[in-house]
């Protein structure tokens, strides 16, 4: 496998869920494990939205630069959180163990996925159709869409976070999905209840 997790989506999920995994990538569990995240960031409905509600991040702060940061605070902070840039996914598909990414360059295979691509109909990543539902906490009119999951969960070792999971579309709802997929990973790798936190000295 070329990865054991990749996150498929640079936007507030996707980049929560890296941040969190990149971290623990130092840990013993960790070892030798290999993640990605193919970051792609244009079409995140934060590149349009003006922060001035979210815990922690400066009122007026355009969300286009919170993406920004947020790649170059992944790339400079994490860089065992390997990040593949200027590709966007066509289609996954299901193998004996684990899963193909193809996308409109490459193709990567992965014993876990994260798809955090937002809620925005039509989906266009193939094979994933018969995941797809109706999104349960949007307005009807706007047509969403999310996977049907299970506490993040669609089938072992595919995950989905962010509004595509089903959740309603706040940046601090999505990033604390994306985290939550991410300690499941983590809890998964090491055998028992797992969270990253750093300590003042
Ligand atoms: C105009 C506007 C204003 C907003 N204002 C606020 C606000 O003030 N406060 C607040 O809390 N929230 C606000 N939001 C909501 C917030 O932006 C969303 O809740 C959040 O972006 C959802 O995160 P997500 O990760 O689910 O999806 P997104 O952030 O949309 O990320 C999805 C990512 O997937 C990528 N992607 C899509 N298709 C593919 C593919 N095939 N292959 C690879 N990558 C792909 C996209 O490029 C994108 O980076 C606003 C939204 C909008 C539209």
């Keep these: 496998m070329d990865f054991d997790v990749l996150i498929i989506g640079g936007g507030v999920a996707g980049m929560s869920c890296a941040l969190v995994i990149g971290s623990a990538m130092e840990k ?48 400079n902070l994490y860089p065992a959180m390997e990040i593949i840039k200027k ?19 490459a193709e990567y295979t992965a014993s876990k996925i994260v798809v955090a691509v937002g809620y925005t109909s039509p989906f266009r990543i193939s094979g994933l159709e018969q995941y797809l539902i109706p999104h349960k906490k949007a307005k009807v009119s706007k047509n969403r869409i999310q996977l049907r999951n299970e506490d993040h969960l669609v089938k072992p070792g595919l995950y989905v976070a962010g509004t595509l999971a089903g959740w309603r579309s706040q940046f601090a709802i999505a990033s ?19 969270k990253v936190h750093d300590k003042l000295t």
């Design 87 to 105: 590709e966007k996914v066509k289609g996954v598909e299901e193998l004996e163990e684990g899963f193909r990414v193809i996308t409109n360059k």
């Design 176 to 194: 604390g999905s994306g985290a939550a997929v991410a300690t499941d990973i983590l809890t998964d790798w090491n055998g028992e209840h797992t």
């Design 28 to 75: 013993p569990y960790a070892e030798n494990r290999k993640a990605g995240i193919i970051l792609h960031q244009k079409s995140s409905h934060l590149q349009s939205a003006l922060l001035k509600n979210v815990f922690g991040i400066e009122p007026g702060t355009a969300g286009g630069e919170v993406l920004k940061k947020g790649m170059i605070h992944l790339e």
